[in-house]
């Protein structure tokens, strides 16, 4: 097995060495040589050397890698250097460090057979990490804890390790937007492993973090912290070491790793209203349990600041949905993710919606939540209503989770303004009592707006505008003289009119308005 400089550094520790290396070059060194006279120099060897031998180097060549006995003088070579004292033996050290590489090799190999026989993942995992000083841990790609290697101390509390350990998963709201936006930035980049230093409670500690990927995929995370003893440039190659030999054996295993966030065929076909044949949904939803005809409602998670979720947080966010709609169907779909989730009595509902809004709240997403739905092959349409009720220009800032008849109107006025011009579905006297005036005409549409809605009612109407209902009675009359008695016509089709004419402009001008 290859080694680099830093592996070889924290090796010879009982040395008490000084390191002086060049990182514009590195190194793979294969083993350890005395440097003598007549010695062809190579780049993948570790060579011992001592005042009377450190001038044989030379200049120019391949980078070569030394441990020196001694004070260390500059030379013209180009040299990654190990400085121990001058009183330590040749021999002694020639032995230590050929000890040191037939370590290695002899560990490469024992986790390499492990892996040919195809052992548990946990036994590679324990063999993989035993060369490193602090405890690591692997997660799926939602940030699940899978397994964990290495020695646990007896106090974790206030550690992030132990958070993950005692909640089973790692919390990305304790991160800042910034710091979340930095790991997946690292992760897009291709980093194989990187530090990270939080700003909450745990920035006493530095965490690494490696990507797991197979392919392209990244199907989870290696994480570790210094709870025992600080990272070393040495111990960060091992890390990296053990990444690359659970990606080895995960090659082809992905399902070990993975929580199966992929839409598959059945569900994608019904929402893109594709012909599935009733009986395949049947069968499809058999196997949780589920009957074609329960009761459903259907919720489609996007982010607040409308921009697509993260495809190295899909996995992280699916998760944190699916444990607060237990036993739900949750995947990535469009830009957002969609949960399917299945008789929730009204109660337990308000519930479960208590816990959606604080999940938003920490995440940062919003929810549209469709109609209760009584046939699942009904999924498209829950679908569109999901997605309309989050179709509003401004999101209130405080408010995370938008139903479907929160943004009704809003969506048919839409529709409509798409179809064809909106004055042009308005009865002529709205717009003229409209243009009445700058001031009142605006008062005097939403006045009769809220009379129509409330069936006439004078009470209900002076009710819901906080007026006295003299005030309410003189305002009607105004509005008679300016269009009429048209809006006490009894025909459905000239109060639909009206209703329609009176919703349109309130809708276009409510935020010049403020209504």
């Known amino acids: 097995m290859r080694l680099n400089i830093h592996v070889i550094f924290d090796e010879l520790s009982v040395f008490s060495p000084l390191l002086l290396v060049n990182e514009e070059y590195h190194n793979s060194l294969v083993g350890v040589r005395m440097l003598r006279h007549s010695e062809q120099i190579s780049g993948e060897f570790l060579y011992i050397t001592d005042g009377d031998t450190i001038s044989l180097l030379g200049c120019g060549g391949d980078i070569i890698n030394i441990v020196h006995i001694g004070d260390f003088t500059a030379t013209p070579r180009v040299v990654n250097a190990i400085c121990v004292s001058g009183k330590t033996e040749k021999m002694e050290l020639l032995e230590y460090l050929q000890m040191t590489f037939e370590k290695y090799t002899l560990w490469n190999q024992d986790v390499l057979h492990t892996i040919a026989l195809k052992e548990p993942l946990q036994v590679i995992f324990d063999k993989a990490a035993s060369m490193l000083y602090n405890p690591i841990v692997m997660n799926d790609s939602s940030l699940t804890f899978v397994m964990k290697a290495g020695e646990i101390p007896e106090i974790i509390e206030n550690s992030i390790l132990g958070e993950t350990l005692n909640r089973g998963f790692t919390m990305i709201e304790n991160l800042s937007d910034k710091e979340r936006h930095y790991i997946q930035t690292q992760i897009q980049e291709g980093k194989d492993v990187f530090a990270f230093q939080p700003s909450n409670k745990y920035a006493h500690e530095t965490q690494i973090i490696a990507p797991l990927r197979v392919g392209k995929e990244v199907i989870g995370t290696l994480g570790t912290v210094d709870i025992i003893h ?42 893109q209203g594709f012909s599935i044949e009733q009986n395949v949904v049947v069968y499809y939803l058999k ?108 999101l209130h800032p405080t408010k995370n989770i938008y139903h479907f008849t929160d943004n009704y109107v809003d969506h048919i006025v839409e529709l409509l303004d798409v179809s064809t011009s909106l004055p042009s579905l308005c009865h002529p006297k709205i717009i003229e009592l409209y243009q009445y005036s700058s001031e009142k005409g605006h008062e005097f549409v939403y006045t009769l707006l809220t009379y129509l809605l409330c069936g006439r009612s004078l009470s209900a109407t002076a009710g819901i505008m906080n007026m006295h209902r003299n005030t309410l009675l003189y305002r009607l009359e105004r509005i008679r003289e300016i269009i009429g008695n048209d809006f006490d016509v009894q025909d459905d089709n000239i109060q639909l009119l009206f209703l329609l004419s009176c919703i349109i402009v309130c809708r276009k001008e409510r935020d010049a308005w403020g209504k």
């Open 287 to 394: 196997h949780k349990g589920w009957d074609i005809n329960d009761r459903y409602m259907l919720c489609y998670f996007k982010m607040r600041n409308h921009d697509q979720i993260d495809l190295t947080m899909i996995g992280t966010l699916s998760f944190r949905i699916r444990e607060v709609l237990k036993s739900a169907y949750v995947f990535p779909y469009e830009y957002g993710i969609l949960a399917v989730a299945r008789n929730y009595e009204n109660d337990n509902w308000q519930v479960v919606l208590d816990n959606l809004s604080h999940l938003n709240q920490v995440l940062g997403l919003v929810v549209g939540v469709s109609l209760e739905f009584n046939s699942f092959m009904n999924l498209k349409h829950a679908f569109t209503q999901a997605k309309a009720a989050l179709n509003t220009k401004v």
């Open 230 to 271: 600080p990272f070393t440039q040495g111990q960060l190659t091992h890390i990296k070491n053990v990444k690359e030999f659970v990606e080895l054996a995960l090659k082809g295993e992905q399902g070990n790793l993975t929580l199966g966030n992929n839409v598959d065929y059945c569900m994608d076909g019904i929402l």
